[in-house]
């Protein structure tokens, strides 16, 4: 019994090294090669520690030269409206849709539930020609009305969330003669908070790491995000993989610092996000 | 002013004015793009010019030309790549369920990879698979230098190696459901097995599988839809070339390179009915088993 114990134990820990180590791995040789040198890139192994940890030469010139402000502030101001937008819109559909029921009530919840089922990447050529006819192609609309437009998971969240809220909590607002938008304003979408939180985590990873929406739609250098910004990079600096490596590096640390700051709002949220 | 209104003339302006935006958005860009795109594919078009009308004549090019068809094989690794992705996701959740030593720190480590930028991840592994890269060294140190290969270059090989990037860089997401999942069931129910003798493999298979069925066939249906429309990892690693094209690069490549917005319409509508019948079988298997 005890022989076993411990057998199992050894596989356990074992197979969890092996996952920790093939999960780091790879991203432990991008941080050593951000800071070796040309020279020192070529000569030492992928495994081998950098010389230096001050060189952030790699970084600078990956930060200037690959116009990397110009896609942290897109990819912010990107973020930023999406997010709100996709909050509000989710959460007024939700209130409507689950507080009030009215001729077309059920049919305009299918509608949203159908919508779950077509993958977005299907209709992106069908999609391109609305974008570019509504004249939004190469502006910065084009990836915030898409993400707006498409987030049906977000109100899927909040319907969920809202059916959990008491309507006897409206009722006795009503008592008080409070209308039906500061119901929604000072009542639900305060107790809504868990629910935003868990919205805000899931659209704010999948617009941050987005790459197709972006490149598709917004080709242009001004334009440009985290993601395309990064992808630039393939091209012109083939044979310079530590400054590639630098740009990599840059775009993961937000999410690095995001992930130990709100690691257990994230887990939460994407749980309550997905398995509901 | 707007409370002085009746309850009713509110409610009336509340449902147009909350439901107006979110509606016009949902037609516009989910559902008008379905219903253009099934128009499309019956014709002839290079996006500029006016639209002939050829009938069924695309769906027969894609289901016939080899060179369209082909990319189905290659959707055939993603799935494979799905399962692997789905029993590892599973294995490490239920481990973490229990008692384990520095249990947030493997956590946190196996999760990571889902949060990371698609276009870093990619490079990273461009790196990675580079001849005497990451992955050579690490062969070579355990003994396995004799299997190294061009990761990316030898057509027998490039798939599985980009359907390997995808499991990394997905397997945390369903190891977080999974996890979530499992630790909503009660720890009575362990403590009353453990009294009647089970071990850890029967508590896995009498009592967390059958109470997360729901969630493994709803994270199977999304990995399946995902194999099929696999794009990012090829498109950014090698975009598409040595044999690692996928339905999806081959339908963008057509549309927006080749100019052939009929052709990739019709493939993308044979792609959105794969995907719906393999939900629909799925929902149907998991709904009759309970």
């Known amino acids: 019994m005890n022989g076993k114990h411990l057998a199992g134990n050894f596989i356990k820990y074992a197979s969890l090294i092996l996952g920790a180590l093939a999960a780091i791995l790879p991203i432990l040789i991008v941080l050593f090669a951000s800071f070796k040198t040309g020279a020192e890139y070529t000569s030492t192994g992928p495994l081998t520690p950098p010389e230096d940890w001050t060189n952030f030469e790699n970084f600078k010139r990956a930060f200037v030269e690959g116009n990397m402000m110009t896609g942290f502030k897109n990819t912010v101001i990107i973020l930023l409206v999406s997010i709100v937008g996709t909050t509000l819109v989710g959460s007024m559909v939700a209130f409507v849709l689950d507080r009030f029921k009215f001729r077309g009530s059920k049919l305009i919840l299918g509608a949203f539930l159908l919508a779950t089922l077509i993958p977005a990447v299907t209709t992106q050529v069908a999609t391109f020609q609305i974008v570019n006819s509504l004249g939004l192609f190469n502006t910065i609309w084009a990836a915030i009305i898409l993400y707006l437009g498409t987030d049906i998971i977000a109100i899927y969240i909040f319907l969920q969330f809202m059916s959990s809220i008491s309507v006897s909590l409206d009722e006795s607002a009503m008592l008080d003669g409070a209308s039906y938008f500061t119901i929604y304003r000072k009542i639900i979408l305060p107790l809504l908070t868990p629910a935003i939180v868990t919205v805000i985590i899931v659209k704010g990873i999948n617009v941050y790491n987005d790459f197709y929406t972006p490149f598709l739609y917004m080709p242009k250098t001004d334009l440009q995000v985290i993601s395309t910004a990064l992808f630039k990079f393939k091209g012109p600096y083939g044979s310079e993989w530590e400054v590639i490596c630098a740009g990599i590096m840059l775009a993961i640390i937000p999410t690095f610092i995001a992930f130990i700051s709100l690691q257990k709002y994230i887990y939460n949220g994407l749980t309550s996000g997905s398995v509901k | 002013m707007f409370s002085k209104l009746s309850y009713k003339s509110q409610r009336n302006i509340i449902i147009v004015a909350f439901l107006i935006v979110p509606l016009t958005l949902l037609g516009t860009f989910s559902f008008l793009p379905v219903a253009n795109m099934f128009w499309y594919s019956l014709t002839e078009w290079?996006?500029?010019?006016?639209?002939?009308?050829?009938?069924?004549?695309?769906?027969?090019?894609?289901?016939?030309?080899?060179?369209?068809?082909?990319?189905?094989?290659?959707?055939?690794?993603y799935f494979f790549g799905t399962f692997l992705q789905m029993s590892l996701a599973l294995y490490f959740a239920t481990i973490l369920s229990f008692k384990v030593r520095m249990k947030n720190f493997f956590k946190g480590v196996i999760?990571?990879?889902?949060?990371?930028?698609?276009?870093?991840?990619?490079?990273?592994?461009?790196?990675?698979?580079?001849?005497?890269?990451?992955?050579?060294t690490i062969l070579g140190l355990v003994g396995l230098g004799d299997f190294t290969t061009h990761w990316l270059g030898n057509p027998d090989v490039i798939n599985i190696s980009l359907a390997g990037t995808s499991v990394w860089r997905y397997m945390g997401f369903n190891f977080i459901i999974f996890l979530g999942a499992i630790s909503s069931i009660p720890n009575d129910v362990y403590?009353?097995?453990?009294?009647?003798?089970?071990?850890?493999?029967?508590?896995?298979?009498?009592?967390?599988?059958?109470?997360?069925?729901?969630?493994?066939?709803?994270?199977?249906?999304?990995?399946?839809?995902?194999?099929?429309?696999?794009?990012?990892?090829?498109?950014?690693?090698?975009?598409?070339?040595?044999?690692?094209?996928?339905?999806?690069?081959?339908?963008?490549?057509?549309?927006?390179?080749?100019?052939?917005?009929?052709?990739?319409?019709?493939?993308?509508?044979?792609?959105?009915?794969?995907?719906?019948?393999?939900?629909?079988?799925?929902?149907?298997?998991?709904?009759?088993?309970?």
């Open chain 2, 191 to 290: 403590e009353a097995s453990e009294i009647d003798g089970a071990n850890r493999w029967h508590q896995f298979r009498y009592i967390i599988l059958p109470s997360i069925k729901i969630i493994v066939s709803l994270n199977l249906i999304l990995a399946i839809s995902g194999a099929l429309s696999a794009f990012e990892i090829p498109y950014i690693m090698t975009g598409g070339s040595n044999g690692s094209a996928t339905f999806v690069i081959q339908t963008v490549d057509t549309a927006f390179k080749y100019g052939k917005i009929g052709l990739a319409s019709a493939m993308a509508v044979i792609l959105l009915f794969i995907v719906i019948i393999v939900t629909a079988v799925q929902r149907k298997f998991f709904s009759e088993d309970d």
């Open chain 2, 111 to 136: 999760f990571f990879p889902y949060l990371l930028n698609g276009v870093a991840i990619g490079f990273m592994f461009l790196l990675f698979f580079q001849p005497d890269g990451g992955l050579d």
């Open chain 2, 46 to 77: 290079n996006g500029f010019s006016d639209k002939e009308f050829i009938g069924l004549e695309n769906y027969k090019t894609v289901f016939t030309d080899p060179e369209y068809f082909r990319v189905f094989t290659v959707s055939l690794y």
